[in-house]
């Protein structure tokens, strides 16, 4: 039976509708032709071997179960004429598709590009369990073998550096160790991820085999609707429905049965079809139901032409493709090629969409590229010229690498074809970035090790101050290593923390003591006010000696013991003065004059200063006599100044006389100011320290001697 109808072979709209003539070629070398490349599960480890397509399809079907493979002889009787389709004849090729094809297809699934060279070990342990517990297993495959290649680069560089360090320091490589704590839990996610692919592959065996004995069952069943025909047509009508549907709904089989399954199904289907041409009434009801299937589907197709999501839309059209041509053919000849035409159609104005999207898509992708490639180019330009020499320069450009990286992990997709061209020159960019900053900081190393020792010497004086009361003193100090702790610069990480602890608290426990210094100051003060009154009232009372050098020395030991004790609280000072007061009255009472007590007030402070070895009390004087001298120069300069008043005067001029007299005063004044400041310039408290403790060896000795 010859039927002439609309050949058209693609269901993208992209050919005009032509009239192929009839050839003689039966209905099953036919479909043969249009399912050769039938592809129907996507990856399986079962692969097609033959030497031509006629040889595969007679080992396939030797394969068929009994009941499901024709007879030989019934297939070769069986020569329907070839017949010009209404549908698209690879419709149902979405069958065939590869998984891994699938999963590409998926933009929100998409695993993100990342520079795993730059991680550390513990931070590629993280990402690993991150990505496992977000992605599906398949879609990670180059996501963990990149993972794991920098996994085991870095642990090696570690090791590396480790056995070095291991050797510098005297070891011998036989001995050497290394543990890497982060190797096994990386590993164990690794593992767990290949788990989780292999059981999805057995998964989908599993799944892939049972669709097979479904579409087995189908094609028995749909044989035996025409060998077996039941005399009830709605009955049979039924179950062709359900059967269609049921096929329809079957999910992939294995690629080795692919084809031969598809074969036999269509060539039971054309059996069954001209079964239906012999009986009109069932005929009917199937163009009927046909028809009904090709209006919602073009209804259908209408509704996407509004769906905003291209990509979604292009999917959902492929899916009413494999409905039309598995549940609206054949239908009446009047509506064929008028539905068709109208299905496809709208197949052109979708795909019309699709060609604006992928336009958008390309000029996107190429605007990501440039834009990558700029940021590249930035990186590689970190390291051009003269390279950075301190640890804050090189944090400068660390901080400007991190943010380029982040920039190019913003951009999005770039075109196919350079998408690994583009990935592979980044990585090779910030490889070199890292090969400079690894150099400098490995070469910093040594000056890290130097400042640590620099540090120690400065934890050391603190810790020597940290309960000195030597307030002037040790302040200044405190203060002094403070401010060389911050020009030494880093030390190693591991020792950062621990050293400046140890720095800081040695410190805060000085200035915590320093800030209360003056309670504790005030009680020594009160009590140095009591010995002093003591010592007043036992000066007022005791004897005194009557030679004038016996009462100078007396008085002088007094003096001593005076300045030994220290100073009084403020307000109390003139204390000091009633000493003053009280030793003049003992030497005016002896009969010396001004001069003379001055001269024994003098020698005095001198002689307790270097009894005493008072560093403090010798400082003061030196700065009070001074102050005194630059006073009385100033003095001396004015009446200078002022005598020129008197150019025309008589020397007899009682005023002129008095003005020479002063000057002359003056300068006697400072001749003994001077003469003072030089006796206390050549007191040397260090040799007086070390001629008084040679004295008291002597002494010791003399008493060991006497012993």
């Given at each position: 039976?010859?039927?002439?109808?609309?050949?058209?072979?693609?269901?993208?709209?992209?050919?005009?509708?032509?009239?192929?003539?009839?050839?003689?070629?039966?209905?099953?070398?036919?479909?043969?032709?249009?399912?050769?490349?039938?592809?129907?599960?996507?990856?399986?480890?079962?692969?097609?071997?033959?030497?031509?397509?006629?040889?595969?399809?007679?080992?396939?079907?030797?394969?068929?179960?009994?009941?499901?493979?024709?007879?030989?002889?019934?297939?070769?009787?069986?020569?329907?004429?070839?017949?010009?389709?209404?549908?698209?004849?690879?419709?149902?090729?979405?069958?065939?598709?590869?998984?891994?094809?699938?999963?590409?297809?998926?933009?929100?699934?998409?695993?993100?590009?990342?520079?795993?060279?730059?991680?550390?070990?513990?931070?590629?342990?993280?990402?690993?369990?991150?990505?496992?517990?977000?992605?599906?297993?398949?879609?990670?495959?180059?996501?963990?073998?990149?993972?794991?290649?920098?996994?085991?680069?870095?642990?090696?560089?570690?090791?590396?550096?480790?056995?070095?360090?291991?050797?510098?320091?005297?070891?011998?490589?036989?001995?050497?160790?290394?543990?890497?704590?982060?190797?096994?839990?990386?590993?164990?996610?690794?593992?767990?991820?290949?788990?989780?692919?292999?059981?999805?592959y057995k998964k989908v065996e599993a799944e892939q085999e049972a669709n097979l004995k479904e579409r087995e069952a189908i094609i028995n069943e749909l044989k035996a609707l025409y060998t077996e025909p039941s005399e009830n047509n709605s009955h049979i009508f039924k179950k062709f429905r359900d059967l269609k549907t049921r096929w329809h709904n079957a999910g992939r089989i294995p690629k080795a049965q692919a084809g031969n399954i598809f074969k036999t199904y269509y060539f039971h289907l054309d059996n069954f079809n001209e079964f239906l041409d012999l009986n009109q009434e069932l005929r009917k009801m199937d163009y009927e139901h046909n028809l009904e299937v090709r209006h919602s589907i073009i209804d259908r197709a209408k509704a996407l032409l509004k769906e905003e999501n291209v990509q979604k839309a292009l999917n959902e059209l492929q899916y009413l493709h494999r409905m039309w041509k598995e549940e609206g053919v054949p239908v009446a000849e009047e509506m064929r090629e008028k539905t068709w035409?109208?299905?496809?159609?709208?197949?052109?104005?979708?795909?019309?969409?699709?060609?604006?999207?992928?336009?958008?898509?390309?000029?996107?992708?190429?605007?990501?590229?440039?834009?990558?490639?700029?940021?590249?180019?930035?990186?590689?330009?970190?390291?051009?010229?003269?390279?950075?020499?301190?640890?804050?320069?090189?944090?400068?450009?660390?901080?400007?690498?991190?943010?380029?990286?982040?920039?190019?992990?913003?951009?999005?997709?770039?075109?196919?074809?350079?998408?690994?061209?583009?990935?592979?020159?980044?990585?090779?960019?910030?490889?070199?970035?890292?090969?400079?900053?690894?150099?400098?900081?490995?070469?910093?190393?040594?000056?890290?090790?130097?400042?640590?020792?620099?540090?120690?010497?400065?934890?050391?004086?603190?810790?020597?101050?940290?309960?000195?009361?030597?307030?002037?003193?040790?302040?200044?100090?405190?203060?002094?290593?403070?401010?060389?702790?911050?020009?030494?610069?880093?030390?190693?990480?591991?020792?950062?923390?621990?050293?400046?602890?140890?720095?800081?608290?040695?410190?805060?426990?000085?200035?915590?003591?320093?800030?209360?210094?003056?309670?504790?100051?005030?009680?020594?003060?009160?009590?140095?006010?009591?010995?002093?009154?003591?010592?007043?009232?036992?000066?007022?009372?005791?004897?005194?000696?009557?030679?004038?050098?016996?009462?100078?020395?007396?008085?002088?030991?007094?003096?001593?013991?005076?300045?030994?004790?220290?100073?009084?609280?403020?307000?109390?000072?003139?204390?000091?003065?009633?000493?003053?007061?009280?030793?003049?009255?003992?030497?005016?009472?002896?009969?010396?004059?001004?001069?003379?007590?001055?001269?024994?007030?003098?020698?005095?402070?001198?002689?307790?200063?270097?009894?005493?070895?008072?560093?403090?009390?010798?400082?003061?004087?030196?700065?009070?006599?001074?102050?005194?001298?630059?006073?009385?120069?100033?003095?001396?300069?004015?009446?200078?100044?002022?005598?020129?008043?008197?150019?025309?005067?008589?020397?007899?001029?009682?005023?002129?006389?008095?003005?020479?007299?002063?000057?002359?005063?003056?300068?006697?004044?400072?001749?003994?100011?001077?003469?003072?400041?030089?006796?206390?310039?050549?007191?040397?408290?260090?040799?007086?320290?070390?001629?008084?403790?040679?004295?008291?060896?002597?002494?010791?000795?003399?008493?060991?001697?006497?012993?």
């Amino acid at each position: 039976m010859s039927i002439d109808k609309d050949n058209l072979p693609k269901a993208d709209g992209q050919e005009n509708l032509t009239n192929a003539p009839e050839t003689t070629e039966t209905n099953q070398d036919a479909k043969a032709s249009e399912l050769t490349a039938e592809d129907t599960t996507g990856e399986a480890p079962i692969q097609i071997h033959g030497d031509s397509a006629e040889q595969e399809m007679t080992e396939d079907l030797e394969k068929l179960p009994e009941g499901v493979v024709p007879d030989a002889e019934e297939m070769k009787e069986q020569k329907p004429t070839s017949i010009e389709k209404d549908f698209d004849e690879n419709a149902d090729q979405d069958q065939a598709q590869n998984e891994d094809e699938e999963e590409n297809e998926d933009e929100e699934q998409t695993v993100p590009l990342k520079d795993y060279d730059d991680m550390s070990l513990a931070d590629m342990v993280k990402e690993a369990k991150e990505l496992i517990g977000t992605y599906a297993p398949l879609k990670l495959r180059e996501a963990f073998g990149n993972l794991r290649d920098s996994f085991r680069k870095k642990a090696e560089e570690i090791e590396a550096a480790a056995k070095e360090k291991f050797l510098e320091e005297g070891g011998n490589a036989i001995d050497f160790r290394h543990d890497n704590p982060h190797g096994t839990p990386f590993f164990d996610v690794y593992a767990e991820f290949r788990s989780k692919v292999d059981a999805h592959y057995k998964k989908v065996e599993a799944e892939q085999e049972a669709n097979l004995k479904e579409r087995e069952a189908i094609i028995n069943e749909l044989k035996a609707l025409y060998t077996e025909p039941s005399e009830n047509n709605s009955h049979i009508f039924k179950k062709f429905r359900d059967l269609k549907t049921r096929w329809h709904n079957a999910g992939r089989i294995p690629k080795a049965q692919a084809g031969n399954i598809f074969k036999t199904y269509y060539f039971h289907l054309d059996n069954f079809n001209e079964f239906l041409d012999l009986n009109q009434e069932l005929r009917k009801m199937d163009y009927e139901h046909n028809l009904e299937v090709r209006h919602s589907i073009i209804d259908r197709a209408k509704a996407l032409l509004k769906e905003e999501n291209v990509q979604k839309a292009l999917n959902e059209l492929q899916y009413l493709h494999r409905m039309w041509k598995e549940e609206g053919v054949p239908v009446a000849e009047e509506m064929r090629e008028k539905t068709w035409l109208e299905f496809k159609s709208l197949t052109n104005k979708i795909h019309d969409r699709k060609t604006e999207l992928n336009e958008k898509l390309q000029k996107k992708q190429q605007e990501n590229l440039e834009k990558k490639r700029a940021v590249i180019d930035k990186i590689s330009k970190l390291i051009e010229g003269d390279l950075p020499k301190s640890h804050n320069a090189w944090q400068k450009k660390i901080k400007e690498m991190k943010g380029l990286r982040e920039e190019f992990f913003a951009l999005g997709r770039v075109p196919r074809e350079n998408n690994q061209p583009t990935w592979d020159a980044f990585k090779e960019a910030s490889k070199g970035f890292n090969h400079e900053k690894n150099a400098f900081y490995k070469n910093m190393k040594a000056e890290q090790m130097e400042n640590l020792e620099k540090k120690r010497k400065l934890v050391e004086i603190a810790n020597e101050h940290k309960n000195s009361s030597d307030w002037n003193n040790s302040v200044q100090v405190v203060k002094r290593i403070q401010a060389e702790w911050k020009k030494i610069g880093h030390v190693p990480r591991k020792y950062s923390d621990k050293i400046w602890k140890e720095f800081s608290q040695a410190n805060n426990q000085f200035f915590d003591r320093y800030k209360n210094r003056n309670n504790e100051k005030l009680e020594k003060q009160k009590e140095n006010l009591d010995k002093k009154l003591a010592l007043l009232e036992e000066m007022k009372t005791a004897e005194k000696p009557k030679d004038k050098d016996a009462l100078l020395a007396w008085i002088n030991d007094y003096s001593v013991k005076w300045s030994t004790i220290g100073y009084v609280p403020n307000g109390k000072q003139d204390i000091n003065k009633d000493f003053s007061s009280l030793t003049e009255k003992f030497l005016t009472d002896a009969g010396l004059d001004k001069n003379a007590i001055a001269k024994a007030q003098w020698e005095s402070q001198i002689d307790r200063i270097k009894t005493t070895l008072d560093e403090d009390a010798l400082r003061n004087l030196k700065y009070d006599t001074r102050k005194q001298m630059d006073e009385v120069q100033k003095e001396v300069t004015h009446l200078q100044t002022n005598l020129a008043f008197f150019s025309n005067a008589d020397e007899n001029n009682p005023l002129f006389k008095n003005a020479i007299q002063n000057i002359e005063n003056k300068v006697n004044e400072l001749k003994e100011l001077e003469s003072r400041f030089d006796d206390l310039r050549h007191i040397n408290l260090d040799a007086l320290e070390q001629a008084q403790d040679a004295a008291a060896e002597i002494e010791a000795d003399a008493a060991s001697e006497e012993e």
